[in-house]
């Protein structure tokens, strides 16, 4: 009894910070809410909760965090958030809001909405696109040789969401929210939902959700499937917050992985993955240079 008392408060664990980030938000003071530190620290908190819940509520050993892969992870962590969102928001964000201006269009109706609705509508535009991104860069070579190297990881944990070639990490990054008048609050709210709801989907954490959050969100389950070796096995659970949607376009497939990884399962080096996108472009170059240096001979 006491044992699956503990296993039902583990399984709560998602739902609960998705809960409590959004009641932050809700009555966090307007400060703070214009504070980038503020959101820069809710950020790291729910990075840094998950992961010292891999220590205790391991779900798979093989995925164990070791120094290495900790330290990887860190320096995308960062470069997630300070490289990767200033080039967002410089190359995608600032146009948005100068044409959304230029052309005088206007969405009153969405700050009208409720708060918890105006939480929902973040969500789902960025979701939305993110799910047809990632069904894109699984379904066409240029895409898939930018989002691979995310795909070479070979394990799962609290960080691993922000792992992967630059060019990737900006494009799954894009969103539409910039069109649209909604109270800033609500917005923060609905990336802190997606914050919390990916890192649980990527973490090495014994946790399995009940249905009226797995229905959904994305877990660890849907995603560690999406993780799994085979290329083939990869094309399912694109959601990576909303499973649902996975659900509704006939993306998605039940069952969970624990062996992670692509082809051989060989770890890719952060200059590997950087240069991944480019290795065919490469290995053409020194084809033809070689076939020149042969002829000349």
Known sequence: MKADLKRRAVDLLPPLMVALVVAFWAFAPADWVKNTWVVTGVSSAITLTVLLLEVPLERHAGWRLNRREFF????????????????????????????????GIA???????????????????VEFGQYWMHRLMHNSTPFWLTHAPHHHITQLNAMKGAVGNPIEL?????????????????????????????????????????????????????????????????????????????????????????????DDRRRLSIKEQWLFPFVPLLEKYKARKSGKSQRAA
Not at 79 to 90: E, G, H, V
Not at 109 to 125: G, N, R, S
Request: hydrophobic residues 45%; proline residues 4%.
């Open 72 to 103: 990887t992870d860190l320096f995308y962590v960062v470069l997630s958030a300070t490289i990767i969102s200033k080039a967002t928001n410089f190359l995608a964000e600032q146009p948005l809001d100068s044409l959304k201006k230029s052309w």
């Open 107 to 125: 969405t009153p109706w969405a700050e009208q909405m409720p708060w918890l609705l105006q939480v929902a509508l973040v969500v789902f535009l």
């Open 170 to 262: 900006w494009l799954i990054s894009l969103s539409v929210v910039a069109l649209f008048d909604l109270n800033q609050s609500a917005a923060l709210a609905g990336y802190s939902v997606m914050g919390v709801v990916s890192t649980f989907a990527h973490a090495n954490v014994r946790s399995n959700p009940p249905l009226f959050y797995s229905f959904f969100f994305t877990t660890i389950r849907h995603h560690s499937l999406h993780h799994s070796v085979p290329y083939e096995d990869t094309r399912c659970n694109y959601g990576n917050s909303l499973i649902v949607l996975d659900r509704i376009f006939g993306t998605y497939k039940e069952g969970e992985a624990s062996l992670v990884g692509q």
